[in-house]
C-alpha cells in the first residue's frame, strides 16, 4: 500500500521553462512534508519542507504547494536548469516524533531531465 | 562539519555471507535511519535508532538488525544474504526526524 504516490516515473522539460512534479499521499495524519534530490549514486539531498499549516513553501527557484484537501503537493522549479536534471522524491510524516511518526514515507520518485 | 558518512562504498558478498554496514551521523544528530534502495524504487525505511535501542522498524526480515553507539554512530547487519538484497544502504541522520540528511550510501552487490 503506497501511502505517498508519485504517478509520473519522468518528466522532461527545456532549460528555463518550469518543472512541475507532482505527489499525492492517503494517510490524512501526515503533516509534514519533504522534497529530495538524488543523483545516481549519491544519497538524497533535502531540497525543500513544508508544515501542513501551510500551503506555500518557497526558497529560490524551488516552491512546494500543499493541497490539503485533495492530499496533493507539487514542487515547481523556475526555471529549471541541466544541472536540476535528477531523480526527485516526496516524502511525508505524520505530527510529532512517537511510533509511526518517527519515520518518513517515501514515493517512488520521478526522474527529471532538464534539456539544454 | 562533516556530513553523514557511510563505509564501505562498495562491497561484493555472496549468497549465505554476512555483512556489516557502518554510518557516522552528522554532528550533533542523536537519531540513525537505515533505508534500502533497489534500483527504480525509493528509499524503503528499514530501521531507525535513537538513544542506542531500536525505535521504529521497516517491513524487514529479523535478517537485517542494528545497533546505535553512544557516539550515535551506528552499524547495520544482515545474515544469511540473499540475491535479492543487492541494492544501495542508505544510512540518514537527524535531529527529531524533521529532516534527514543522508550519507552517500554503499552499494551492497550479492552473487
Known amino acids: 500500500d503506497q501511502q505517498v504516490k508519485q504517478n509520473s516515473p519522468s518528466l522532461s522539460v527545456q532549460e528555463g521553462r518550469i518543472s512541475i512534479l507532482n505527489c499525492d499521499y492517503t494517510?490524512?495524519?501526515?503533516?509534514?512534508f519533504l522534497w529530495y534530490k538524488k543523483y545516481p549514486a549519491e544519497g538524497p539531498t533535502f531540497l525543500i519542507s513544508i508544515s501542513s499549516i501551510k500551503d506555500k513553501n518557497e526558497d529560490g527557484r524551488f516552491t512546494v504547494f500543499l493541497n490539503k484537501s485533495a492530499k496533493h503537493l507539487s514542487l515547481h522549479i523556475v526555471p529549471s536548469q541541466p544541472g536540476d536534471s535528477a531523480v526527485y522524491f516526496c516524502?511525508?510524516?505524520?505530527?510529532?516524533?512517537?511510533?509511526?511518526?518517527?519515520?518518513?514515507?517515501w514515493g517512488l520518485g520521478t526522474s527529471l531531465g532538464v534539456n539544454p | 562539519d562533516a556530513g553523514v558518512t557511510q563505509s564501505p562504498t562498495h562491497l561484493i558478498k555472496t549468497r549465505g555471507q554476512q555483512v556489516t554496514l557502518r554510518c557516522s551521523p552528522k554532528s550533533g544528530h542523536d537519531t540513525v535511519s537505515w533505508y534500502q534502495q533497489a534500483l527504480g524504487q525509493g528509499p524503503q525505511f528499514i530501521f531507525q535508532?535513537?538513544?542506542?535501542?531500536?525505535?521504529q522498524r521497516g517491513n524487514f526480515p529479523d535478517r537485517f538488525s542494528g545497533h546505535q553507539f553512544p557516539n550515535y554512530s551506528s552499524e547495520l547487519n544482515v545474515n544469511a544474504l540473499l540475491l535479492g538484497d543487492s541494492a544501495l544502504y542508505l544510512c540518514?541522520?537527524?535531529?527529531?526526524?524533521?529532516?534527514?540528511?543522508f550519507g552517500p550510501g554503499t552499494r551492497l552487490t550479492v552473487l
Open positions: 516524502a511525508a510524516k505524520g505530527r510529532g516524533n512517537a511510533g509511526n511518526n518517527r519515520k518518513l514515507i
Open positions: 540518514a541522520s537527524s535531529l527529531w526526524v524533521t529532516r534527514e540528511f
Open positions: 535508532y535513537y538513544e542506542e535501542e531500536e525505535r
Open positions: 494517510n490524512s495524519m501526515f503533516d509534514y
